[in-house]
Structure formats: C-alpha cells, structure tokens
C-alpha cells in the first residue's frame, strides 16, 4: 500500500524557517517525480515544488523562489521542503504527492502557520 | 504561466442526475510530443485530494465509472452520470504540459 506521511509544520514567525518532511512507503521511490502542493484554509490547491528522480530538476512557483528548497533522500525514501524567510502568506497545508505530471497519491498534509 | 478557469464554482445537483464541470485553459495543453496532461481531482470535506482522471480521460483504478473526462486543445469537461451523495466536495482541474503547474480554483458540487 502506498503511503505518503507528512511531518515538520507547525506554528512559525514570519521570517523564520522550518524543514517538512514525507515519508514514503510502498512504492520505489526512486522511480518517481515527487511535488509539494499546498492549500491555504478555505482556498484551492496551489502547486509549490517538483523534484526529478534524482534530484537533477527541480522547479518551483515564482513565489517560493529563492526561499524554499525542495530535496530528496532516496536511500531514506524521503522527501523534504526546506522553507526560509517566511511569510503570512505560507500559511498553508503542505501536501507531499508522488508524481510530477499527475498526482496519484497524496500525503493527508501538515499544516504551517506564518504568524507573530 | 498557465491558467485554468473552471465553470461553474458551484453546482447544485439533485441526487441521481448528471453533473458536468468545464476547464478552460489560457493555452494549448498538447505538448511537444502530442500529450496533453490535464488531470481532474475530488477532495472531500477535509480530506487531501484525491486523482480521479489523468491525460484528459484516463479513470484511475477504483474510480467510479460514472466519472467520465473529455476535451482537448484547451476545453475540458469531468461528467458525472448519475450524482451520489459521496460525490460531494470540490472537483480542480489541473495542467502538467508546462511548470508551474496549476489549478483551477474549484468547482464545489453540493446537494440540492
């Protein structure tokens, strides 16, 4: 059974840093893309990072540029969003998806609050 | 960038009857190699999304049949034969031909 877990939110300043986390079972994960979506409360999806299978492309929305990294550990089966220099308007849940063209599973999401 | 506009944002359905929502995309979502990756997903009330079709009108394993997807170019449509009450949540079209990928904002099927 594929399972895809999320970890690493939680409550930050704006300006401050944290690292989420997915771990994957049940599938190799070094045969696929990865991405992170995130969804602010009461709004749609919004696509944040993809990552290739060996971590040789990476692509992100123009608004995370510069700030947050997408990176991978295929001997961990993990995959992980390094978020700098945060801002209210990160506030989101952070889905991590296995894919790169379509996204057929989807972590259940952990949630990051940008606020003072 | 992409950008996909849904239609409606809401649709009021009686249980039973058919439901359709539309995609519309600012450009051609036909790449290079004649592939068009417009994906259709569900997400009910607190839950992460869920895929329901790929490439236009391919059903993933497990969804319903009633769920249909069609179109091409920059036109798209999900159909739903016969609404359920477990069809309930927001339905987003998404595009993968270019990065960043995007969204539509939502289409929210509700019960009459």
């Known amino acids: 059974e594929v399972q895809l877990v999320e970890s690493g939110g939680g409550l930050v300043q704006p300006g401050g840093s944290l690292r989420l986390s997915c771990a994957a079972s049940?599938?190799?994960?070094?045969?696929?893309?990865m991405t992170w979506v995130r969804q602010a409360p009461g709004k749609g999806l919004e696509w944040v990072a993809s990552?290739?299978?060996?971590?040789?492309?990476?692509y992100y929305v123009d608004s995370v540029k510069g700030r947050f990294t997408i990176s991978r550990d295929n001997a961990k089966d993990s995959l992980y969003l390094q978020m700098n220099s945060l801002r209210a308007e990160d506030t989101a849940v952070y889905y991590c998806a296995r894919g790169g063209w379509w996204f057929e599973y989807w972590g259940q999401g952990t949630p990051v609050t940008v606020s003072s | 960038d992409i950008v996909m506009t849904q239609t409606p944002l809401s649709s009021p359905v009686t249980l039973g009857q058919p439901a359709s929502i539309s995609c519309r995309s600012s450009q051609s979502l036909v790449d290079s190699g004649g592939n068009t990756y417009l994906s259709w997903l569900q997400q009910r009330p607190g839950q992460p999304p869920r895929l329901l079709i790929y490439?236009?009108?391919n059903r993933i394993s497990g969804v319903p049949d009633r769920f249909s997807g069609s179109g091409a170019g920059t036109d798209f449509t999900l159909k739903i034969s016969r609404v359920e009450a477990e069809d309930v949540g927001v339905y987003y079209c998404?595009?993968?031909?270019?990065?960043?990928?995007?969204f539509g904002q939502g289409t929210k099927l509700e019960i009459k």
């Open positions: 990552i290739k299978q060996d971590g040789s492309e990476k």
């Open positions: 490439k236009i009108s």
């Open positions: 998404m595009q993968a031909t270019q990065f960043p990928r995007s």
């Open positions: 049940g599938f190799t994960f070094n045969n696929y893309w």
